[in-house]
């Protein structure tokens, strides 16, 4: 019998749980990454290998303690080295003396019959096609309304009263939307979340600064691996737009919410008209359409050594400097000190504030009162 | 007379400012952190308090730099303000037409870009040593030469030798290599100030556009080797300004100042005299969920005024007021 058990990334796994029981799977849930994740995982991977690796090695290996062994993960195509990680990660599991079976999901649209072989793999009930296309569906529901509650908290979080309330009452409305099981239930649970959220005491009358946040998938999905910077900046007072959310990203060419119906590719095209691998293009695109939308300002997101967001990192002055518009680029790994990292976001969200006053008021703000000019 | 206290607690330095209604400065302190920040604080408050005239009223409290939390507690901050804001607020106080500010300090480095007296960009490297005040401080110990004259002998360097600068390791072993085949040492400090002005320009100062006015401060500021070596490398003349070296903790006063005066406020400053106060830190590991995060607490007297190192508000500790 398959235990099966897949990455943690944010809140999706709620989703992806639902989806491999409907299938008739044993599904070994991941924990949320801790310190203890990340010592495993830095101690059986390469040292040079970026962050995501280390991760997911730490993850897999305490979902094997909890009697996982086959592990569904996604490869990828394009020069970015994490489309091997799930090769290597099995390599290094085996060598450490653990069978597991690697199910790696390829995109479907350029390999096809890897995606049915998969599908078949994971499905030891035997349902029928139509049966698994409405489990895939439901389970894309449920993605949706875990992508939409997470996304209303982003704007609620900088204008709630009560330090924490927003933070508190998500993890509340999470298990609603977790206890659904049917198309049916999941949105009605949806729509009491989104309602409570809503609910939730906020002053409007706060200065509005929004931050888009763009960079690499996995620093950018699963706040462990980013020192939870969404949930820090709407503490800040910042309403943040994050460029990735997995529907979104499973979607991908099908942008249309923007302003000007561009996608991020035609965006990034001026800057980088090739495919560098990873989401090094997308960070540059969604800079220029973030800046387009008229944002205050933009943070990268990267794992250190991570070379296509290098590539975009080098390239983002030049963007910054043609839409006049900040950008702060962090490049995350092991470290799990703040405290780096909240000075350069206060400082970054000061510099914004007051260049936002300055454009209100037109007056120089910046000199305390009493200041010789 | 009535005054503002501003607190810029570093890796390296801890530096005190008592500044007046006008901006004048009427005290300043640098003193040494040695790892001590909760013991340096008290002694600085301890220290200052002498240098003040009678009747004076501190106002208003600020605090910064990477201790600012710690001493926010302990002194009753009213602002508690990154480095960053804090420098910049300063050095457009001395310098109103500055569009760049350069920062060397004990453990950090940072550039800071203004356009019309705003921050528009700024980048900060963390502990890398090279490019910092402590690996200066270092090689002058290992050459045997007080740090205050090592600036002064790159300038009687006539003919500097190239050293490698992005990794203190490199740079260190390329010392010891020059000074054996006999080059004179204040070539060598000469050459080693201009490694550390390229690797900042490199690393920190990347994609920066550095206009004139440009201003020099924190600690590394008072090396005239570095300065000249910034202004040959941008061929740009450099102002170093006065207090130059406590910099952030004026930032931090006039933010002191700016957050009582429009806000109308009275201070929350608790005295000079918790200078005789008994403090100490304590941590422990909290078990309330696999992150196992360290939270450090510290006490004064025996209530504890603050916890860090949480990722939940588990332990937060409800400020008054």
């Known amino acids: 019998m398959r235990k099966v058990t897949f990455p943690h990334m944010g809140e999706s796994y709620r989703a992806f749980k639902m989806l491999l029981n409907d299938l008739g799977n044993e599904v070994i849930l991941p924990p949320r990454p801790s310190l203890k994740t990340l010592n495993l995982g830095v101690q059986f991977t390469p040292e040079f290998a970026c962050f995501p690796l280390k991760v997911l ?3 897999y290996l305490e979902t094997i303690e909890k009697g996982a062994n086959t592990l569904v993960t996604t490869g990828g195509v394009g020069p970015c080295r994490a489309g091997l990680y799930s090769e290597l990660h099995k390599k290094i599991l085996h060598d450490l003396g653990h069978p597991i079976e690697m199910i790696v999901f390829e995109p479907p649209r350029l390999y ?6 998969n599908v078949h793999k994971l499905n030891p009930g035997r349902l029928s096609i139509k049966a698994i296309i409405n489990c895939i569906k439901k389970g894309w529901r449920k993605l949706q309304a875990l992508d939409n509650a997470e996304k209303l908290t982003h704007i609620i979080r900088p204008r709630e009263l009560k330090k924490g309330t927003t933070t508190q009452k998500y993890k509340q409305v999470l298990e609603w939307i977790d206890n659904a099981n049917t198309t049916s239930d999941i949105i009605e649970a949806e729509a009491a979340a989104l309602e409570e959220l809503h609910k939730i005491p906020q002053d409007h009358g706060r200065l509005d600064v929004k931050v888009g946040i763009v960079g690499e998938i996995y620093v950018l999905l699963e706040p462990t691996a980013n020192l939870e910077i969404e949930e820090t900046l709407g503490n800040l007072g910042v309403e943040v737009e994050r460029s990735m959310f997995l529907t979104g990203w499973a979607r991908d060419n099908t942008w249309k919410e923007t302003v000007e119906g561009m996608t991020v590719k035609d965006a990034a095209h001026p800057y980088l008209p090739e495919l560098i691998g990873g989401h090094g293009r997308d960070s540059i695109g969604n800079t ?29 002055p030049a963007v910054s400097k043609d839409y006049n518009i900040p950008v702060l680029t962090f490049f995350l790994d092991e470290q799990t000190g703040k405290a780096g990292m909240n000075t350069r976001l206060e400082a970054f969200v000061d510099l914004m504030k007051r260049k936002k006053l300055k454009k209100q008021h037109q007056a120089d703000i910046l000199l305390p009162s009493g200041a010789i000019i | 007379m009535q005054a503002y206290l501003g607190i810029d607690v570093g890796s390296v330095s801890t530096n005190l400012v008592i500044q007046d209604q006008a901006g004048k400065i009427i005290a300043g302190l640098y003193l040494r952190t040695k790892g001590r920040p909760v013991e340096t604080i008290q002694a600085g408050l301890q220290q200052i308090a002498q240098l003040l005239p009678e009747q004076l009223q501190i106002c208003g409290v600020g605090t910064t730099g990477s ?3 710690l001493a926010g507690v302990m002194v009753g901050a009213d602002v508690v303000k990154n480095e960053i804001t804090a420098h910049a607020v300063a050095a457009s106080y001395f310098i109103p037409k500055v569009q760049t500010i350069l920062e060397i300090g004990g453990q950090d480095s940072k550039i800071i870009i203004l356009r019309d007296g705003i921050v528009t960009d700024f980048a900060m490297n963390t502990v890398c040593a090279a490019g910092t005040g402590s690996f200066l401080d270092q090689q002058a110990s290992r050459l045997g030469i007080p740090i205050t004259e090592f600036g002064n002998l790159a300038l009687k360097s006539c003919n500097p030798v190239r050293i490698a600068g992005r990794c203190t390791v490199f740079a260190e072993s390329d010392m010891i290599h020059k000074q054996q085949m006999g080059h004179p040492i204040p070539d060598i400090i000469n050459g080693l100030c201009e490694a550390l002005v390229r690797n900042y320009l490199n690393n920190i100062g990347k994609g920066k556009e550095i206009l004139a006015p440009v201003v020099f401060q924190g600690g590394v500021a008072a090396n005239t080797g570095i300065k000249m070596a910034f202004e040959r490398a941008l061929s740009m003349e450099i102002t170093v300004p006065p207090h130059h070296d406590v910099m952030g903790a004026i930032g931090a006063a006039m933010l002191a100042k700016e957050e009582l005066v429009d806000m109308h406020k009275t201070t929350r400053f608790k005295g000079f005299s918790i200078s005789g106060l008994t403090y100490h830190t304590g941590s422990f590991d909290c078990n309330g969920c696999p992150n196992n995060c360290e939270i450090a607490q510290i006490y004064e007297e025996d209530n504890v005024i603050g916890r860090w190192g949480a990722r939940c508000p588990r332990w937060d500790i409800i400020q008054e007021g």
Do not use: H, S
Request: net charge positive.
């Open chain 1, 288 to 316: 220029v359409l973030y800046a387009k939308r008229k944002f205050d300002g933009i943070i990268q997101l990267a794992p250190f050594t991570c070379i296509p967001e290098i590539v975009a990192r080098t390239i983002l």
């Open chain 2, 67 to 69: 201790g600012r939390y």
């Open chain 1, 57 to 59: 090695m730490g993850t």
């Open chain 1, 112 to 117: 096809p019959f890897n995606f049915i072989r």
